[in-house]
Each structure stands twice: as structure tokens, then as C-alpha cells.
């Protein structure tokens, strides 16, 4: 029984960490409430990211089931976006702020709605090296998703953005499949 507090102690940390991970999505969710009104997203610069499609797993050769992310509604002082041009979407932004996120995701509804359901920061792998940052962005513990579009597929892994590192927080719509998970099962974009 020397070694008995082991466990104990082990679920204490585990605990101690889901409620903190609770604690940061109910804050993150709290401050991007507002969203939920799309006139408000748009009032504060939002935009829906070029095409402005609805990104599904099945429209980028995925499983069908993963699900949908959503309309990305975008907003371009915080992602530190070029000008517009040709070819993919860059820019310099480091926003690692989930309360004030870069991105807003949002479901299509039957009647032309918007649904807000998740919250996204995005920073490009080029600006994340030119500040002299190391490996890969995190959250706590939670390391960031890393999105290049991969020339031997036919779907657009980098979703028309250059090569950057990315992370989902389903704030608004509980995720089965996690709260950090790019993809969604309970989201559709029909």
C-alpha cells in the first residue's frame, strides 16, 4: 500500500485537467456568444473565407461520417492577411486567443441561416518561423493541427489557405469525436 496514492493522485490530475479544459471552453464560449448573431460577426469585419463553401469531410475525399466544419467566416486583421491576389490565401497574424478567434464556424440551416457552432485560430507556417517559433503551436496541451494541401490528393487539405498550423474548439455544438477535432459528425453542410 506504500505506492497507494499513485492512482489517487493520477485521477486527481486527470481530473484537475478536464475541469480546467472545461473552464477554457465555457470562457472561450461565453466571449464568442455574440457570434451567434452572424450581423455581429459581420459588423466586426467577419467575412466568409474564399469560395465561402461549406467544408465537409466527403468535399475533401474524407469518410463522409467525420462530418463538416462549417463556413469559416473569417477575419482578416487577425489572421494578418495579404492583399488579395492570385493563388492561395496568406498572411502574417499570430492570434493564439480562442476568445477573440481568428475564424468563426458556421452550419447552414434548412432556412438560409447561419448556425454558430465552433470557434478556429489559424497561423501560417511562414510567420510562425519568421518569428522565430519553434515546433508546432499549442493550446495547453493540446498541439495545433498542422494543413498543407497535398499535391497527390484530390481534395484541398490547406483549404485554399498556404501551409498553416490550425485548431477547431466546438465551443457552440458538442463534438462526439472531441472538442479539438477539425471535423465534426454532428455538422452538415445540407
Known amino acids: 500500500m506504500r505506492y497507494g496514492f499513485i492512482p489517487l493522485a493520477v485521477s486527481i490530475l486527470t481530473v484537475g485537467a478536464a475541469l480546467a479544459e472545461t473552464d477554457?471552453?465555457?470562457?472561450?464560449?461565453?466571449?464568442?456568444?455574440?457570434?451567434?448573431?452572424?450581423?455581429?460577426?459581420?459588423?466586426?469585419?467577419?467575412?466568409?473565407?474564399?469560395?465561402?463553401d461549406c467544408v465537409s469531410a466527403a468535399a475533401e475525399g474524407l469518410p463522409a461520417e467525420m462530418g463538416a466544419m462549417g463556413i469559416h467566416y473569417i477575419?482578416?486583421?487577425?489572421?494578418?492577411?495579404?492583399p488579395p491576389g492570385t493563388g492561395r490565401v496568406n498572411g502574417n497574424g499570430m492570434n493564439t486567443d480562442f476568445t477573440t478567434p481568428s475564424i468563426l464556424l458556421y452550419e447552414p440551416q434548412p432556412d438560409g441561416?447561419?448556425?454558430?457552432?465552433g470557434v478556429e485560430n489559424l497561423i501560417f507556417q511562414?510567420?510562425?518561423?519568421?518569428?522565430?517559433?519553434?515546433?508546432?503551436?499549442?493550446?495547453?496541451?493540446?498541439?495545433?493541427?498542422?494543413?498543407?494541401?497535398?499535391?497527390?490528393?484530390?481534395?484541398?487539405?490547406?483549404?485554399?489557405f498556404e501551409?498553416?498550423?490550425d485548431l477547431?474548439?466546438?465551443?457552440?455544438?458538442?463534438?462526439?469525436?472531441?472538442?479539438?477535432a477539425p471535423f465534426n459528425p454532428d455538422v452538415t453542410c445540407g
Do not use: C
Open 24 to 52: 477554457q471552453i465555457d470562457t472561450i464560449l461565453t466571449a464568442t456568444a455574440k457570434y451567434a448573431d452572424i450581423n455581429v460577426a459581420l459588423a466586426e469585419g467577419f467575412f466568409p473565407a474564399p469560395p465561402g
Open 75 to 82: 477575419h482578416p486583421g487577425l489572421l494578418g492577411l495579404s
Open 113 to 117: 441561416s447561419l448556425q454558430l457552432v
Open 126 to 160: 511562414a510567420a510562425w518561423t519568421a518569428a522565430g517559433e519553434d515546433g508546432v503551436p499549442m493550446s495547453g496541451d493540446q498541439p495545433w493541427d498542422v494543413m498543407a494541401d497535398m499535391s497527390d490528393t484530390e481534395g484541398d487539405e490547406a483549404h485554399g
Open 163 to 165: 501551409p498553416h498550423y
Open 168 to 180: 477547431h474548439i466546438w465551443t457552440q455544438r458538442e463534438n462526439p469525436t472531441g472538442v479539438f
